[in-house]
């Protein structure tokens, strides 16, 4: 209806329109114009036809027969642009749906389909390798023996790397020997976009994990020791484009130079080598 032809209208004084031959259900293109003393009955999500500038809702009328037609008497004022959602209220032309490298949830994606978009071109979520290193660990489920520990680092990773945005893979336990280290972290390399060891990164006779990864020369090992407590002892390396990092074994500092160092590289948009669409 138009907002003016309700101005005063009231139980005690409502006021009468004529109302119009359509119903305007959801999808339904309206033909006839809404004029000075009439009205369009409409459903909600139906569009609002020309001549109109106000909604009103039903529980405000009364319809009644009148000279062959249908009248109703409107018992309440509508303000102009009442209960009507204008086009472009939720996003103007040449406005900014969405910037590359935003990670996607179901608000995003929602966005992207009340645009028409039905595909988008993204980056995949990175699949990180995890292994455990050191003869003393035990998987959390074994049976535990003298000398041992769990290994909780692998878990606490898994679950770290899942909250950054990356995928886990839990590569095993390594074992202290340089060559069955070497293999394992190759092996992660061949599935994985990134491997992070844990454990044998101090210069200590029993620490190997460092120099299972001392041949890489495409850059090979970057960094080794940080001016970081915890986690001083960590190594960085890259290899055919993908990072190694060897943290700390001890599990507060693995988790603390993990946050520092590999988790702003999975959250990164380009962190991943190929795009899915």
Not at 115 to 143: K, L, M, Y
Request: aromatic share 4%.
């Amino acid at each position: 209806m138009r907002a003016d032809d309700t101005v005063g209208a009231s139980e005690r004084a409502p006021k009468t329109l004529v109302l119009n031959g359509e119903i305007l259900t959801p999808g339904t293109v309206p033909q006839l114009t809404v004029a000075s003393g009439t009205a369009t009955l409409i459903a909600t999500g139906g569009m609002v036809p020309r001549g109109a500038n106000a909604v009103l809702m039903v529980e405000l009328t009364e319809t009644r027969d009148e000279d062959g037609g249908t009248a109703i008497e409107v018992r309440g004022a509508a303000a102009a642009g009442q209960f009507i959602a204008f086009a472009g209220s939720d996003l103007a032309r040449g406005e900014i749906v969405l910037r590359a490298g935003q990670i996607l949830t179901s608000r995003e994606i929602g966005m992207l389909a009340a645009v028409g978009c039905a595909a988008a071109e993204v980056w995949r979520r990175p699949v990180v390798g995890i292994i455990s290193t050191g003869d003393e660990i035990v998987a959390p489920g074994q049976p535990i023996r003298t000398g041992a520990v769990y290994d909780s680092n692998a878990a606490i990773l898994a679950a770290a790397v899942e909250e950054a945005g990356g995928r886990a893979k839990q590569l095993g336990i390594g074992p202290d020997d340089e060559m069955a280290l070497s293999r394992l972290i190759d092996e992660g390399l061949t599935s994985c976009d990134m491997v992070i060891p844990s454990g044998g990164t101090s210069k200590g006779a029993g620490d190997l994990c460092y120099r299972a990864i001392s041949s890489f020369r495409d850059p090979g090992v970057v960094v080794h020791g940080v001016a970081l407590k915890p986690g001083k002892p960590l190594c960085l390396a890259v290899t055919g484009g993908k990072p190694v990092v060897i943290l700390p074994g001890f599990p507060t500092s693995a988790i603390f130079t993990f946050h520092e160092f590999v988790a702003p590289v999975i959250a990164s948009p380009r962190s991943a080598a190929v795009p899915n669409i």
